[in-house]
């Protein structure tokens, strides 16, 4: 919710106050913690005129409610249209329905959780849109699965993307677009501007990726290659964060000897913490996987011009993009390399260094970050990779990358 929160703030009069224990009751179910939360910080509305966020009773007008929807999923002519071989509510593995896709008004999808388990957190959301690939899981939640629909939809073409994508994308209040209406203002006045200046070709840019050489690459949003979506998502939600100071994006330089390699992505400064983006990868096709263990630790360590250092510690979120997260390690294949993001406390040395280096104003300035783990040693081992000597389980990557 922090995520969500700072790429898309709540305006005044946002949230709602609900019975919980009448709700659930009345649903017959349990919900997840963060929709919860949603609601307690925005309530039932809209994003984008978009994404419509559900209410919680059923009621008398033209919004979808959680009570009918989730019925409706399980109705003779709702498994005709949709070809749904979901088991019907109230049984365990049911969908129960949280929001719809709208475009001018017109419905053109549904979001769901397939009641999965007893822990309502760990239900997966399901997607349906009409003429599209039918019901579509995604392993995560709704908080993440908004999260990843702002970050992600910056890259795709308009007439692709559910919402007009962060920074841009608001959510209002259903109390909110109701006031607004009966005053005869539009709530999604803001829409017409993004979209004209969207059909400007001149501002059709996804992205700009600066390298640590200080050469660019520019992606219009039909060009962005599919190996570095991922890496752009993460990205975008660290340039959008609330508070964020002097984000850089860096495209990753690794020698490729370097098994496996260990790369920034992406550094910034918010509220006295380094903010950094990085990727594992292979690095040789022909080897893997690699296994750590979750959470694993990251080291930074902060050098001043006069060599001068300081050493900052803090443990990665195993929530990847991309490899496979189990109870006790994260593994990454080939296909499956893995992208982080973490927070890493900053003392006000620390602090100083990491502004020069953000900032290009002191050029001995430095940051290393390294991961230690026997899961890399094992697969250097199998690889056939030799390391220097003592470094055999150390990933390391450095900013500004070294020569």
């Known amino acids: 919710m922090r995520s969500l929160i700072g790429m898309m703030p709540p305006h005044d009069g946002s949230g709602d106050v609900v019975d ?12 997840p913690s963060d929709f919860r939360d949603f609601v307690a910080v925005y309530g039932a509305g ?11 009773e059923a009621g008398e007008s033209d919004r979808v409610d959680i009570p009918t929807m989730t019925l409706r999923a399980s109705s003779e002519r709702w498994i005709e249209e949709t070809g749904s071989d979901y088991p019907l509510w109230p049984e ?11 475009s001018y008004g017109q419905t053109y999808g549904f979001l769901y959780w397939r009641s999965a388990g007893p822990d ?11 003429g599209g690939e039918g019901f579509v899981e995604h392993p995560y939640g709704m908080a993440e699965f908004l999260v990843r629909t ?7 073409p308009l007439e692709r993307r559910d919402v007009f994508g962060a920074p841009h994308s608001r959510f209002v209040h259903q109390r909110e677009e109701e006031r607004l209406n009966a005053e005869g203002i539009d709530p999604w006045e803001y829409l017409d501007d993004l979209h004209e200046e969207l059909d400007d070709p001149a501002n059709d840019v996804a ?3 600066t390298s640590p050489g200080g050469g660019s690459t520019a992606y219009r949003r039909d060009e962005v290659p599919a190996e570095l979506s991922a890496d752009l998502a993460r990205l975008k939600e660290h340039r959008t964060a609330a508070g964020h100071h002097n984000f850089r994006a860096v495209q990753p330089e690794v020698s490729a000897v370097e098994v496996p390699q260990l790369a920034f992505l992406g550094i910034g400064l918010r509220d006295g913490t380094l903010s950094i983006t990085a990727s594992i990868a292979l690095g040789s096709p022909d080897c893997g996987p690699l296994l750590l263990s979750a959470p694993f630790r990251l080291s930074v360590r902060a050098s001043g011009p006069q060599g001068e250092e300081e050493v900052s510690v803090a443990e990665v979120p195993t929530v990847p993009t991309g490899a496979l997260a189990v109870p006790d390690h994260v593994e990454i294949t080939k296909d499956r390399p893995y992208t982080f993001s ?5 003392s006000e040395p620390l602090w100083g260094r990491y502004r020069q280096l953000l900032d290009r104003t002191s050029d001995g300035a430095s940051l290393v970050m390294s991961i230690t783990d026997e899961g890399v040693g094992a697969f250097r081992t199998a690889a056939k990779v030799a390391a220097p000597p003592g470094s055999e389980n150390t990933l390391l990557a450095a900013w500004p990358p070294r020569a």
């Open 342 to 346: 973490v927070d890493v406390p900053a």
């Open 207 to 209: 992205v700009e990726i």
């Open 150 to 156: 702002l970050q992600e939809a910056g890259s795709l």
């Open 92 to 102: 365990p593995g049911s969908l129960i329905g949280w929001g719809r896709l709208k």
């Open 20 to 31: 919980w224990d009448s709700v659930e009751e009345a649903l017959g179910a349990s919900l």
């Open 46 to 56: 809209s994003i984008d005129d978009q994404v419509e966020i559900a209410s919680l």
């Open 120 to 130: 309502p957190d760990r239900w997966p959301v399901v997607v349906w849109k009409r």
